[in-house]
């Protein structure tokens, strides 16, 4: 599948737990290729990445493919961990590095607080020890990518060929010894929409 060219690039954004947000502004446009955009964001803890994790989690609706990539150690984990509190997931999220994959669910608690019934399902995927990329075929992995739930695919450039032409693409760098770069790359209007209001929704400083 002929991946997108990138669209234009959101505001290089440092997190810093500012109570300014980044100005909203036309950034986004259609192209022959689709429409993709582009954000750029800098963590300077663990806990500050999962926090961008949660923050994102928070606007997950079902149905979303969210692929992560970057070396060992960038937080690709982390960043799970937080994206699964956001969406409303209280059990212990770890990587699935030798089963491949773990489910989780939600609980949305009643106007009253005192039931809760079963909510998004959160997949979580993990192809690091995936040998061929044909497996996710043969496991009938390829089934939850166009599931209800929300589908998170770490090592996830070890199948690019078999992604969803829409998708939300995050790649974490090492910059430091606890700082990460994070580079969300949005494909389809539905992801450069999401993009678009995570950057409202996060409290961050303008860069340069």
Same mark, same amino acid.
């Given at each position: 599948?002929?991946?997108q060219?990138?669209? +234009?690039?959101?505001?290089? #954004?440092?997190?810093?737990?500012?109570?300014?947000?980044?100005?909203?502004? +036309?950034?986004?446009?259609?192209?022959?290729? *689709?429409?993709? %955009?582009t954000?750029?964001s800098?963590?300077?803890s663990?806990?500050?990445? !999962?926090?961008?994790?949660?923050?994102?989690?928070?606007?997950?609706?079902?149905?979303?493919?969210?692929?992560?990539?970057?070396q060992? *150690?960038?937080?690709?984990?982390?960043?799970?961990?937080?994206?699964?509190?956001?969406?409303?997931?209280?059990?212990?999220?770890?990587?699935?590095?030798?089963?491949?994959?773990?489910? &989780?669910?939600?609980q949305?608690?009643? +106007?009253? *607080?005192?039931?809760s019934? +079963?909510g998004?399902?959160?997949?979580?995927?993990?192809? &690091?020890?995936?040998?061929?990329p044909?497996? #996710? #075929?043969?496991?009938?992995f390829?089934? &939850?990518?166009?599931?209800?739930?929300?589908?998170?695919?770490?090592?996830?450039?070890?199948?690019?060929l078999?992604?969803?032409?829409?998708?939300?693409?995050i790649?974490?760098?090492m910059?430091?010894?606890?700082?990460?770069?994070?580079l969300f790359?949005?494909? *389809?209007?539905? &992801? %450069?929409?999401?993009?678009r209001q995570? !950057?409202?929704?996060?409290?961050?400083?303008?860069?340069?």
């Open positions: 599948m002929r991946k060219g990138r669209g +234009p690039r959101l505001s290089h #954004i440092l997190w810093g737990g500012s109570e300014n947000d980044v100005k909203d502004a +036309p950034l986004l446009k259609q192209s022959q290729e *689709g429409m993709s %955009c954000l750029d800098i963590s300077h663990a806990a500050q990445t !999962q926090r961008l994790g949660m923050r994102l989690g928070e606007l997950l609706r079902g149905g979303e493919l969210i692929l992560l990539n970057g060992l *150690g960038t937080g690709k984990t982390t960043f799970t961990q937080g994206l699964a509190q956001g969406m409303g997931i209280s059990g212990n999220v770890n990587s699935p590095t030798f089963t491949l994959l773990k489910e &989780y669910v939600s949305v608690k009643s +106007p009253r *607080g005192n039931v019934r +079963p998004l399902a959160l997949y979580h995927f993990d192809l &690091y020890r995936l040998d061929n044909d497996e #996710i #075929i043969d496991l009938g390829e089934e &939850y990518f166009t599931s209800d739930g929300v589908c998170v695919v770490e090592w996830a450039e070890k199948a690019d078999y992604w969803p032409t829409d998708h939300l693409d790649r974490l760098k910059l430091s010894e606890t700082k990460r770069g994070l790359a949005a494909t *389809g209007t539905r &992801y %450069c929409d999401l993009l995570f !950057q409202k929704n996060t409290y961050v400083t303008t860069g340069s």
